[in-house]
């Protein structure tokens, strides 16, 4: 290359001109791009390249061919720049052509909230027994001795305390309710000597081991009701139409002997299985029969606790789970899934 002319330099000059002009229409995205800069204006590029070898010429001919040099770099940028736009707004059409809506396509599930199926059926209870004239009472779920046993004839010792398993706390005399059942005592001593009717649900706890069918808090709904003439066949009436508004009309009822030690007669509810109509199935154990409730006739010395004279006023008690209720209307075998708080459970049903 000694001995170039002014003119073979400017010739070459022009030659990579078109050459990468011609490789520049063809880069098409960054890395092609980049390739293309090294090649042509990168410090050991083509038009550097020819820059090196301006030895041969005369002080006065350098600039002039270093001027055309400079135009053509100048040039090539300007083109550079804007093959790079160009390429940008391509990628970027085609990004919105992806990421655009198609109106065609099925709108994506929105999974509506709902209620808890314990929420569900605790209201379900509530309109029932509200059609019958009860209404809803809430009692602490933080007992004392005296209102979760003693009112309900439990006085300390007294063997049927063994019944429940209690959460005592670390304050003597306080313990987690055992059921729902102190409430009855509340409601006595707020509206005596006034009759009563209401409900008492919520919360209850048992120091119980926890399995498909045991939980150590669960809900109970209690049921009160007190007037001057309350027999037991205005207990069987209401349970019996509690029970066909909740799980269908003619359902089927059985009276068992049982011992509750705040109701004198006390009963167990037995209703025909829900899930095969008495003739057998595993939900039932083959008996046709699900337990339902435990109720009875509220004992003399608990209506006396309550502020109601046992001699001229009569009342029934009843206690059920809604939990187990729930368990049997909706087909579920685990009682721990109420608060697993997994989604998948709750979708379910
Ligand atoms: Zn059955």
Redesign the pocket.
């Known amino acids: 290359m000694g001995n170039m002319t002014r003119e073979d330099i400017v010739q070459q000059l022009e030659q990579v001109r078109r050459d990468a002009e011609m490789a520049l229409s063809q880069a098409s995205n960054s890395e092609q791009i980049s390739a293309w800069h090294s090649e042509y204006l990168g410090r050991k590029g083509q038009l550097t390249a020819i820059l090196r070898n301006l030895g041969s010429l005369s002080p006065e001919e350098r600039p002039q061919v270093g001027k055309v040099a400079n135009d053509i770099k100048v040039a090539l940028e300007a083109e550079l720049q804007a093959r790079q736009e160009a390429i940008a707004s391509a990628d970027l059409e085609a990004m919105r052509r992806a990421g655009s809506v198609d109106v065609t396509l099925p709108g994506r599930p929105q999974a509506p909230g709902k209620l808890h199926i314990t929420t569900r059926t605790l209201r379900d209870i509530y309109t029932i027994f509200a059609e019958m004239g009860f209404q809803i009472y809430n009692s602490p779920e933080v007992e004392t001795d005296e209102y979760n046993f003693q009112l309900l004839n439990m006085p300390p010792g007294h063997p049927a305390r063994d019944m429940w398993d209690t959460f005592y706390t670390t304050t003597p005399g306080l313990v987690l309710r055992t059921h729902t059942s102190p409430g009855q005592a509340w409601a006595m001593r707020e509206y005596a000597p006034e009759p009563i009717r209401v409900i008492l649900p919520g919360k209850v706890y048992r120091y119980e081991a926890v399995d498909a069918s045991h939980e150590s808090m669960f809900y109970q709904v209690e049921g009160l009701a007190i007037g001057k003439h309350v027999t037991f066949s205005d207990l069987k009436g209401v349970l019996m139409n509690f029970a066909n508004q909740m799980f269908g009309q003619g359902r089927h009822a059985r009276f068992r002997k049982s011992y509750f030690p705040f109701t004198e007669p006390s009963v167990e509810m037995d209703i025909d299985?829900v899930?095969?109509n008495?003739?057998?199935?595993?939900?039932?154990k083959?008996t046709?029969w699900?337990e339902l409730l435990g109720a009875g006739m509220v004992h003399p010395r608990v209506l006396q606790y309550g502020g109601y004279d046992p001699a001229g006023f009569s009342g029934f008690a009843f206690g059920m789970g809604p939990d187990r209720m729930s368990l049997q209307k909706y087909g579920i075998d685990d009682i721990r899934y109420f608060f697993a708080n997994d989604a998948r459970m709750l979708e379910r049903v």
């Open positions: 299985c899930i095969c008495g003739k057998g199935c595993p939900v039932c083959n046709g699900l």
